[in-house]
């Protein structure tokens, strides 16, 4: 871990509406007392986000993002939320790019980059998800695939709103599965991240810039992984939904 402030963030994908959400928050705050040096975000579905922040009103250090959005700012758009509509609700991240979105939504590279483009444009912070399957890390393509993926989720912002994201590397094959990537494989590619970063922006501000891993991290690997020099935080979906062993993993590092 380089940065300062690890980051942890707890991706609910479908799970958790507002009844569920408001029940954690109150076993979460118990067990994770405030401190100022890591961040914690949460991720729940859209319908609970405000219940979200209204539980965790006397707890601001717990932050809020949505899990996606569309890139419009408003309209005609049946079933999405906009960047702008989650800003409103209390948020402060937006993923954009994650694997299920790309593999089970057939979100393109260029659909990643619009909706990165208007997270940044309203002042959220974009959390560019990249990652490889497996099939592409059996034939060897982690650089090239993890490289496009970054390129063109970078595409659209500047230099400006680059240094003001987070970068989550999750290998398709270790999200939901129990495999984890080795936190040598793992930090490997965070440092290839870093040195793409770096072909757009100075060392101070690459060196600022999370990089975080997700993909079936537990309480029992979660050292492991932060012991990595490039890894700066998680991302977490399963063992997000349990307020203890969310909380041990947020007092990790
Ligand atoms: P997982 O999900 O922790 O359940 O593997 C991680 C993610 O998709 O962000």
Redesign the pocket.
């Known amino acids: 871990m380089s940065l300062e402030k690890p980051f942890f963030g707890g991706?609910w994908k479908m799970n958790h509406g507002p009844t569920a959400a408001r029940r954690f928050v109150g076993e979460f705050v118990e067990r994770y007392p405030a401190r100022d040096d890591r961040t914690v975000a949460f991720f729940p579905p859209s319908i609970s986000v405000t219940e979200f922040r209204d539980a965790a009103a006397e707890r601001p250090d717990l932050e809020l993002g949505v899990q996606d959005v569309y890139w419009e700012e408003a309209g005609a758009f049946t079933g999405s939320i906009s960047a702008p509509l989650a800003k409103d609700a209390g948020a402060r991240y937006a993923l954009a790019g994650?694997?299920e979105r790309r593999h089970v939504f057939g979100d393109s590279d260029e659909d990643v980059a619009r909706k990165v483009e208007s997270i940044a444009a309203a002042e959220l912070i974009p959390v560019l998800c990249v990652g490889e399957r497996l099939e592409e890390r059996d034939r060897g393509d982690v650089e090239a695939v993890v490289s496009r993926q970054l390129e063109a989720g970078l595409g659209r912002l500047s230099s400006e709103q680059i240094v003001n994201m987070v970068i989550a590397y999750?290998p398709v094959w270790?999200?939901?599965t129990g495999r984890t990537a080795s936190a040598e494989d793992a930090n490997e590619v965070h440092a290839l991240i870093r040195g793409l970063l770096g072909e757009r922006l100075d060392r101070v501000s690459v060196r600022g810039i999370p990089i975080i891993y997700?993909?079936?991290?537990k309480p029992a690997n979660v050292d492991e992984l932060l012991a990595e020099a490039e890894i700066d935080g998680v991302?977490?979906?399963?063992?997000s939904l349990d307020p203890v062993d969310f909380a041990r993993i947020c007092q990790a590092a």
């Not at 997700?214 to 991290?217: A, E, L």
């Not at 991302?235 to 063992?239: F, K, R, T």
């Open positions: 991706n994650h694997s999750e270790a999200i939901g997700g993909g079936s991290v991302l977490v979906g399963g063992a």
